[in-house]
């Protein structure tokens, strides 16, 4: 990581970082700026945000191609902290915000004591918005780049966002996000289903491609040709985690597989299906209204036949009375 300011950044080669900060959207020479649109021609990135000195109109003429945001007016800097903006709403489903488990999906409320107005197109996506529907984080593609833009200023004076526990890890999320030069994200890969990833085409790959799973096993992959793309076709997926491929011990993928849909399925089966699942090649199906104790109990040990001893006793008690009572009346005669 380096730190420099926009005087220091003509001395600054980009091409040594996968992301660049330039926090309050800074004045830059046309030089820096050319720099900077070659660097995100190449497929990096850029997080660029708000602040109470942004100079709107140049941020207008210079920034808005980058990224699709045009600020109308500027942050009131005569505000009272008496009434503030807070985080409203966020897209759930980004991979931005998938670690986070927020209370009720809500974001923490932070406070914003003033904001400036600005709008963006259809073009850009709207990741985060501020109460009274204003937008507060945007996302661009330019050419082949990644463009963030947060709206609000962070300065302790305008928020107390920098003071909240929020504040760390949502920029480490946002460095991370932005400096992953992977492939797309994916939510719906389960385990045990064959799946491929299209690598970037930033990558020039001539040799296997090590896939690493999460019991960090390796296997060596050969990436195959998919409708022009180079794919990676994954059949070592059988658990549920996170995947990584590396080409030259360097990372170039990583994916992670979730728990296979049918391991919740509460469906019932068919009988055939029970039987391959266990192995077995016989089987006796019970209908359901039937008394199983008792036909388990037939089947593990055959007909009970204490009843009809039972029987078979009491009958042979009675003869034996009769016979005993028989003996005596002839005694006594």
Do not use: C
Request: hydrophobic residues 40%.
């Amino acid at each position: 990581m380096k730190i420099a300011t926009p005087s220091e950044l003509s001395s600054v080669s980009f091409w040594d970082y996968d992301v660049i900060f330039l926090t309050g959207a800074p004045k830059l020479s046309d030089g820096i700026q050319q720099r900077l649109k070659s660097y995100l021609s190449q497929g990096r990135s850029l997080f660029v945000t708000y602040d109470g000195q942004t100079d709107i109109g140049f941020f207008n003429t210079n920034y808005t191609e980058i990224t699709d945001v045009t600020f109308d007016e500027p942050a009131r800097l005569d505000f009272s902290k008496a009434g503030y903006y807070t985080f409203s709403n966020y897209e759930m489903s980004h991979p931005l915000f998938s670690f986070y488990t927020f209370e009720d999906n809500k974001l923490p409320e932070i406070r914003f004591f003033t904001l400036p107005k600005m709008h963006h197109s259809q073009v850009s996506k709207q990741l985060m918005s501020f109460t009274g529907n204003r937008p507060a984080l945007v996302e661009h593609r330019y050419k082949s780049g990644r463009v963030l833009t947060f709206t609000g200023p962070i300065a302790p004076q305008y928020t107390d966002l920098s003071a909240h526990a929020f504040f760390v890890p949502f920029l480490s999320r946002i460095a991370e996000y932005l400096a992953a030069d992977l492939s797309s994200y994916e939510l719906s890969f389960y385990s045990g289903i064959p799946m491929h990833r299209e690598l970037s085409d930033k990558i020039s790959i001539n040799e296997s491609v090590t896939l690493v799973t999460p019991e960090l096993v390796e296997y060596d992959l050969v990436p195959e040709d998919n409708n022009g793309s180079l794919s990676i076709f994954v059949h070592q997926n059988d658990l549920p985690g996170k995947y990584s491929l590396r080409y030259r011990s360097k990372e170039i993928d990583r994916f992670s597989v979730n728990i296979s849909p049918f391991e919740s399925n509460l469906q019932s089966s068919d009988a055939d299906q029970m039987v391959k699942s266990f192995g077995v090649t016989k089987y006796t199906a019970l209908p359901l209204d039937s008394d199983l104790p008792l036909m388990l109990a037939e089947l593990r040990f055959g007909n009970e036949l204490w009843q009809l001893f039972i029987w078979l006793a009491l009958f042979l008690l009675a003869v034996e009375m009769l016979l005993a009572r028989s003996a005596k009346d002839k005694s006594d005669a």
